[in-house]
């Protein structure tokens, strides 16, 4: 297996959430647990946590590295996360998706090909750039993006070569996409809530 580097980008502000949301409680578990648990058996060489507030995550034991250049929102925390990973891949993922599908990464993983620099899943046609695995081959193009404050994440995509992988490809593994389901506002919450219990 091509070796692999997992980085969970625990950055943002949670202003919508109102408190920081990889630490909200969803089913007894923070989210960011959960994403943790369902990313732990990937075969990845390390896991790596990609904040700004490293005494608020230590107790989860995982290493951690601060953004290398601030303020550059979601494509700044990957751009770390490739400039630190000690892998050449790099599986990037937000720390508020509860519902990621460990079947689904590992379709994702068998994607990647010496000569791709993303392999990214799709919804209705448009990339999921924090679910996706980057090879160290996008540091220059996302460094360039980043300076000039382009911080939309896919805005590079059309530089590298891409691996896209579509509904009918992981249809198998995740049918409703709940995989790509984040949680930033209570009520996206109440939505995972329902999700994760539902009524009989």
Do not use: W
């Given at each position: 297996m091509t070796a692999l580097s997992l980085a969970i980008i625990a950055g943002g502000q949670s202003r919508r959430m109102g408190?920081?949301?990889?630490?909200?409680?969803?089913?007894?578990?923070?989210?960011?647990?959960?994403?943790?648990?369902?990313?732990?058996?990937?075969?990845?060489?390390?896991?790596?946590?990609i904040t700004n507030?490293?005494?608020?995550?230590?107790?989860?034991?995982l290493p951690m590295h601060r953004d290398?250049?601030?303020?550059?929102?979601?494509?700044?925390?990957?751009y770390t996360a490739?400039?630190?990973?000690?892998?050449?891949?790099?599986?990037v993922l937000a720390c508020d998706m509860p519902f990621i599908s460990s079947d689904l990464l590992r379709l994702l993983i068998s994607h990647i090909r010496a000569d791709i620099d993303i392999v990214?899943?799709?919804?209705?046609?448009?990339?999921?750039?924090?679910?996706?695995?980057?090879?160290?081959t996008c540091i220059e193009p996302i460094a360039r993006?980043?300076?000039?404050?382009?911080?939309?994440?896919?805005?590079?995509?059309d530089?590298?070569?891409v691996t896209y992988l579509d509904e009918t490809d992981y249809a198998a593994y995740d049918p409703e996409s709940r995989s790509f389901a984040n949680v930033n506002t209570p009520e996206e919450l109440a939505k995972a809530q329902r999700l994760l219990c539902p009524k009989e």
């Amino acid at each position: 297996m091509t070796a692999l580097s997992l980085a969970i980008i625990a950055g943002g502000q949670s202003r919508r959430m109102g408190r920081d949301k990889a630490f909200v409680d969803l089913g007894g578990k923070t989210l960011i647990e959960r994403v943790i648990e369902r990313s732990a058996h990937l075969g990845q060489a390390e896991t790596i946590l990609i904040t700004n507030r490293p005494t608020q995550y230590a107790h989860l034991g995982l290493p951690m590295h601060r953004d290398v250049l601030p303020d550059k929102g979601s494509l700044g925390g990957i751009y770390t996360a490739l400039v630190k990973a000690a892998s050449q891949y790099v599986l990037v993922l937000a720390c508020d998706m509860p519902f990621i599908s460990s079947d689904l990464l590992r379709l994702l993983i068998s994607h990647i090909r010496a000569d791709i620099d993303i392999v990214a899943p799709r919804v209705a046609g448009y990339p999921q750039g924090l679910h996706a695995i980057y090879k160290k081959t996008c540091i220059e193009p996302i460094a360039r993006q980043l300076a000039a404050d382009r911080l939309k994440i896919i805005r590079f995509y059309d530089q590298m070569r891409v691996t896209y992988l579509d509904e009918t490809d992981y249809a198998a593994y995740d049918p409703e996409s709940r995989s790509f389901a984040n949680v930033n506002t209570p009520e996206e919450l109440a939505k995972a809530q329902r999700l994760l219990c539902p009524k009989e």
